[in-house]
């Protein structure tokens, strides 16, 4: 991936994080950072965050840091551990590569809120195919 601006522009056609609010702050090779500012349309019916909307982040920044290399991955396995419930503030997901070869790659994504307590793990594996990532032009 040429710059983190790529892989911004790559990630902007994603509609559903995008519009759950969600947003990609940070991309190197092999590494990703995101975030989501709590609002009421992600809790829900006890008044936390939805664990959906939890693993919805932390697969925003799994797909950017698997991504990030130029060439298309693919998660084939990813799961989650909740941790501690999230009710207001700003949630930040964490993604770093943990094994990487030429067809499969790991990555652990913990996921954090304001007082930088972990909320949630998430584990995943993607599958590394050889096509090139379709940057949309600036």
């Known amino acids: ?12 056609q994603e509609c559903f994080a995008s519009n759950s609010g969600m947003k990609i702050t ?5 590494y990703a950072k995101a975030e989501m500012r709590i609002e ?3 809790h829900n019916i006890l008044g936390t965050v939805h664990g959906g909307a ?6 925003m920044a ?3 840091a698997s991504n990030s290399y130029g060439t298309v991955a693919v998660a084939i396995n990813a799961d989650i551990s909740f941790v501690k419930a999230a009710v207001e ?3 930040y997901a964490e ?8 067809k499969i790659s790991t990555y652990v994504v913990n996921i954090t809120d304001d007082q930088g307590d972990t909320v949630a793990i ?10 090139k990532l379709q940057i949309p032009e600036k």
């Not at 991936?1 to 902007?12: A, G, K, L």
């Open 95 to 102: 993604a770093k590569e943990t094994s990487i070869n030429p």
């Open 54 to 59: 939890i693993f919805t982040l932390a697969d």
């Open 89 to 91: 503030g700003t949630l």
């Open 122 to 131: 998430f584990n995943g594996m993607t599958y590394r195919k050889k096509n």
């Open 1 to 12: 991936m040429e710059n983190m601006n790529d892989i911004q522009r790559y990630f902007s």
């Open 40 to 42: 009421k349309r992600h």
């Open 62 to 64: 799994f797909a950017a």
């Open 26 to 30: 940070e991309v190197s090779e092999g």
